[in-house]
């Protein structure tokens, strides 16, 4: 099984389907990873903020070593932490995250939040987080979300990242950054599944030419293991009436049809498993087609019902506000 690739503004191919790293045990993440490779899956999405990426590298330098596939099959994707968007910093950190991972260059590297928190040293906390020592207070930086992109452009400059992106801005910032950047942003990471379908936001970045990846594809789903209420209070989209209906339809999981849905509307997805079995399940999602009104049907669940704002972790930024 293999994903189809999609071609970013920046002239790379990208997988359509890959394999999001947030929350994959630190126990078990190298042979995951290395399983995952087995399996067909060859974009890896990873961040300094997931806490995994030694382990990561280590089945990615597992399966190359054996021959499974070589660097320039893979497509690796990095992220770049919010206490990390001081413009000297960059370029350290990037280069840090490139050793863990046993790379020289990052296929992919995003600006994960659109806000810029202070600095900490890695010898001193790593992952730093979103709050300061002891869990408490977030504090910010002065750096604007246009200097920090200068210094993702000489990641591009210096070979560091053949691709940059950007990842959980909404519009306004989107408009802002497409007046600054001297080189585009291949892609926006951006939390869509049926609950939070965002078509204003898709129709923006799509007609200036960026690709859409999706994350959280199935929702609340992610959110459970986190404890957070407004996902227990949701009806899990596994459960939802119409998907049900639309899978059995097809002899397909609710799962492999959330992921359809996305990659029917040209978004790339990542889901994210600890588990062999649907890991593989969520590769095979290319090889059948939703009719036109089962998608119409699917996207009208719509409820602009987001889970990953950083409000619902306690932490005083409301940038989605
Ligand atoms: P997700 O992939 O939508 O959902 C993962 C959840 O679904 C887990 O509970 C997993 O459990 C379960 N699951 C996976 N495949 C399944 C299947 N076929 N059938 C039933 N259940 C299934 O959630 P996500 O991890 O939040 O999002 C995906 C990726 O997006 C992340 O890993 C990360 O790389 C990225 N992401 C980025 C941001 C950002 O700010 N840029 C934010 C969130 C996520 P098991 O593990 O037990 O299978
Ligand atoms: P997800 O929607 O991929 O859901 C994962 C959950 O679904 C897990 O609980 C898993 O056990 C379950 N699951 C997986 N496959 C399943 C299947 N076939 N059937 C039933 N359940 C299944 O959500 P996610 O983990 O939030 O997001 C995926 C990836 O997106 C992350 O790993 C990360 O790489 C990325 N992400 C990025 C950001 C960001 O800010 N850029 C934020 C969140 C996630």
Known sequence: ????????????????????????????????????IKSGYRLFDGACDYGNEKESGEGVARAIKEGIVKR?????????????????????????????WGVDY??????????ALKYVDPSVRYPPGWQNEGGKDVTTSKTSLADTWKAMEELVDEGLAKSIGISNYNGALVLDLLRYARILPATLQIEHHPYLTQEPLLDLVKANGIN??????????????????HAKDTTLLFDNDVVKKIADKHGKTPAQVLLRWAT????????????????????????????????????GLNKGLRFNDPLAYGISQPIFA
């Open 1 to 36: 099984m293999s994903s189809p690739t999609v071609k970013l503004n920046s002239g790379h191919q990208m997988p359509l389907v890959g394999f999001g790293l947030w929350k994959v045990n630190n126990d078990t993440c190298a042979d995951t990873v290395y399983n995952a």
């Open 72 to 100: 320039e099959e893979l497509f690796i994707v990095s992220k770049l932490w919010n206490s990390f968007h001081d413009k000297e910093r960059v370029k350290p950190i990037a280069k840090k995250q490139l050793q863990d």
């Open 106 to 115: 990052f296929d992919l590297y995003i600006v994960h939040f659109p806000i």
């Open 212 to 229: 859409v990846t999706a994350y959280s594809s199935f929702g609340p789903q992610s959110f459970l293991e986190l404890g957070m209420q």
């Open 264 to 299: 029917q509307r040209g978004v790339a997805v990542i889901p994210k498993s600890n588990n062999q079995s649907r890991l593989a399940q969520n590769l095979d999602v290319c090889s059948f087609d939703l009719a036109a009104d089962e998608l119409k049907a699917i996207s």
